[in-house]
T-cell receptor
């Protein structure tokens, strides 16, 4: 399994500012994932982050808006830049593990609830 | 990329079996189907994963027909604590591309 923590758990920010969200895993992982979950909606993958290389962004998400760092195998950050109210969402990080029974399981952090005013 | 569709909500009573369907008409050959459960203010939690036919674990069963264009999560004898949102996820975890698409989610409410 994997235990994931995120900081901050929630924040209220003013438009035009930036917020960096931290994700810490209790064990080393190759790939980390960042998702956005807008109020009452499903999860949308923002990007995947591999240690030592540039993050891979999904359609609709760009590095200038959501820069990601992955300095080591247990930590990653996601920055939400130049925020607008439309960025108000829950941001979640996750990791994936291949379990003994042969299936792949994602473990999610508790999420960071961001409100932009 | 396979898009998934689920019923928006379902109600059930304690002790009943609940079946939640997910439609994924464009599923790729190597895609697996995974279901997650999410409670308010928490990240999703893995329930079950399958590729074809039937998979069963301690908490649920997953039924996948031969054409794999849909799947059904079956929760036996639900309790009030099973009230949550259930997501169907389609993707190929072994590919290294990590093109995961979460379904729209089904909000299950279990009534006493």
């Amino acid at each position: 399994s994997a235990v994931i923590s995120q900081k901050p758990s929630r924040d209220i920010c003013q438009r035009g500012t930036s917020l960096t969200i931290q994700c810490q895993v209790d064990s080393q992982v190759t790939m980390m994932f960042w998702y956005r979950q807008q109020p009452g909606q499903s999860l949308t993958l923002i990007a995947t982050a591999n240690q030592g290389s540039e993050a891979t962004y999904e359609s609709g998400f760009v590095i200038d808006k959501f820069p990601i760092s992955r300095p080591n195998l247990t930590f990653s950050t996601l920055t939400v830049s130049n925020m607008s109210p439309e960025d108000s969402s829950i941001y979640l990080c996750s990791v994936e593990r291949l379990r003994d029974r042969g299936y792949y399981e994602q473990y999610f952090g508790p999420g960071t609830r961001l409100t932009v005013t | 990329l396979a898009k998934t569709t689920q019923p928006i909500s379902m109600d059930s009573y304690e002790g009943q079996e609940v079946n939640i369907t997910c439609s994924h008409n464009n599923i790729a050959t190597n895609d697996y189907i995974t279901w997650y459960q999410q409670f308010p203010s928490q990240g999703p939690r893995f329930i079950i994963q399958g590729y074809k036919t039937k998979v069963t674990n301690e908490v649920a069963s997953l039924f996948i027909p031969a054409d794999r264009k849909s799947s059904t999560l079956s929760l036996p004898r639900v309790s009030l604590s099973d009230t949550a949102v259930y997501y169907c996820l389609v993707g190929d975890p072994a590919s290294g591309t990590y093109k995961y698409i979460f379904g729209t989610g089904t909000r299950l409410k279990v009534l006493a």
